[in-house]
């Protein structure tokens, strides 16, 4: 059973920094582009970077190019966000999902906010 | 930039009856990369519907997705009280690849 497990949320103030972490299982990691997507309360859902199954290719979205850094460790079946400069629009679920081209398996999500 | 655009915001409906559910992109799109997840209060989305028509695993054949260049739609032949939720369209784009979703339509009990 394929199972993406987020950690590392919690409450920050403006500019500070978090990481997060997914652990995933049930599936052969190292094949798989990785995707991290968010969710502000009550709004809808926002791709925010993705990891190709080696790391070679990363993408970001432009609201978070330059602040946010997605990694992964293949020994460790493990996915990352480095969330630096956090900013108040930051707030929301982050999920962990696997692709390429959909999102077909998703984790429960770790809660971030961003307040002072 | 390829802007996803759902409609309607809200659908009322009652248990057994027919939901249409639109998702209209800003430029033709590959039917290839057009998805349908559906989001239940409190949960991670779900993926429903995959290359614009293909159900993905266990998702019962109530649900129909269509359509091709800018205009697609999700069909729920039959709703089910588990079928109230919302739902968004998704694309993914290559050059440079990112992943667009529409901002959701919310299917209520009448």
């Known amino acids: 059973e394929v199972q993406l497990v987020e950690s590392g949320g919690g409450l920050v103030k403006p500019g500070e920094s978090l990481r997060l972490s997914c652990a995933a299982s049930g599936f052969t990691f190292n094949t798989y582009t990785m995707n991290w997507v968010r969710q502000a309360p009550g709004k809808g859902l926002e791709w925010v970077s993705s990891i190709s199954s080696s790391s070679v290719y990363i993408y970001y979205a432009d609201s978070v190019r330059g602040r946010f850094t997605i990694s992964r460790d293949n020994a460790k079946n493990s996915l990352y966000l480095q969330m630096d400069s956090l900013r108040a629009e930051d707030t929301g679920v982050y999920y962990c999902?696997?692709?390429?081209?959909?999102?077909?398996?998703w984790g429960q999500g770790t809660l971030v906010t961003v307040s002072s | 930039e390829i802007v996803l655009t759902q409609s309607p915001g809200t659908l009322s409906l009652s248990p057994g009856e027919r939901a249409t559910l639109s998702c209209r992109a800003s430029q033709s799109v590959s039917s290839s990369y057009l998805a349908w997840y559906h989001q239940k209060p409190g949960q991670a989305p779900r993926l429903l519907i995959f290359?614009?028509?293909s159900r993905a695993t266990g998702i019962p054949d109530r649900f129909t997705g269509s359509g091709s260049g800018t205009d697609f739609t999700l069909t729920i032949s039959r709703l089910e009280p588990e079928d109230f939720a919302v739902y968004y369209c998704?694309?993914?784009?290559?050059?440079?690849?990112?992943?667009?979703f529409g901002q959701g339509t919310k299917v209520e009990i009448k």
């Open positions: 998704q694309h993914y784009g290559s050059s440079p690849p990112r992943w667009t």
């Open positions: 999902a696997r692709s390429p081209t959909v999102f077909d398996y």
């Open positions: 290359g614009a028509s």
